[in-house]
Structures are given as structure tokens and as C-alpha cells.
């Protein structure tokens, strides 16, 4: 999963903003104004229906700054990516 969800910056980070564009999802900004700190991100490539699937985790960043919840703060009864 996505360190991402429990960042501070999570609503700012351009990181992050490229991780929602990589999963087809809305982002929680148009516009990002923070660039993080050694992101480190894992790929996982996967074969499906004769396809390819990648799925992008953050798994460590020299800029995490941990607010449990903070993304279920700004999207209220939405499921959390996982």
C-alpha cells in the first residue's frame, strides 16, 4: 500500500500526483506545489486478460511526514486505494 495515504502532503506532492495519474485516479489536486524528498516507489508489473497491469506504490520518502487518515480526510466515504 501507498505510504501516501497517511502523508501531510499527500494533497500537495506532485509524487503522489503522479501515482493517481498512473492508477486512472482523480487527483486531490490539479495543481501540486510539493516536491518530495527521495521518493522510493515500487512498480508491480502484471499480466491480466493478455495485458499488461502496473500498479505504483510510495513506499518510503526522505519527506513523509505521517497524519494518519489524512487522505480519507479529504475524500470522506470514498474507499481507500489500496
Same mark, same amino acid.
Given at each position: 500500500?501507498?505510504?501516501?495515504?497517511?502523508?501531510?502532503?499527500?494533497?500537495?506532492?506532485?509524487?503522489?500526483? =503522479?501515482? %493517481?495519474?498512473?492508477?486512472?485516479?482523480?487527483?486531490? !489536486?490539479? #495543481?501540486?506545489?510539493? @516536491? =518530495?524528498? %527521495?521518493?522510493?516507489?515500487?512498480?508491480?508489473?502484471? !499480466?491480466? #486478460?493478455?495485458?499488461? @497491469?502496473?500498479?505504483?506504490?510510495?513506499?518510503?520518502?526522505?519527506?513523509?511526514?505521517?497524519?494518519?487518515?489524512?487522505?480519507?480526510?479529504?475524500?470522506?466515504?470514498?474507499?481507500?486505494?489500496?
Amino acid at each position: 500500500m501507498c505510504i501516501c495515504i497517511h502523508c501531510y502532503y499527500v494533497d500537495q506532492c506532485t509524487t503522489y500526483h =503522479a501515482v %493517481e495519474y498512473q492508477h486512472h485516479q482523480p487527483h486531490l !489536486t490539479e #495543481n501540486p506545489d510539493f @516536491e =518530495a524528498q %527521495e521518493p522510493t516507489i515500487n512498480v508491480h508489473i502484471r !499480466t491480466r #486478460n493478455g495485458g499488461m @497491469e502496473m500498479e505504483w506504490d510510495v513506499v518510503g520518502c526522505g519527506s513523509f511526514r505521517e497524519e494518519l487518515g489524512k487522505w480519507i480526510q479529504l475524500r470522506p466515504g470514498e474507499l481507500v486505494p489500496t
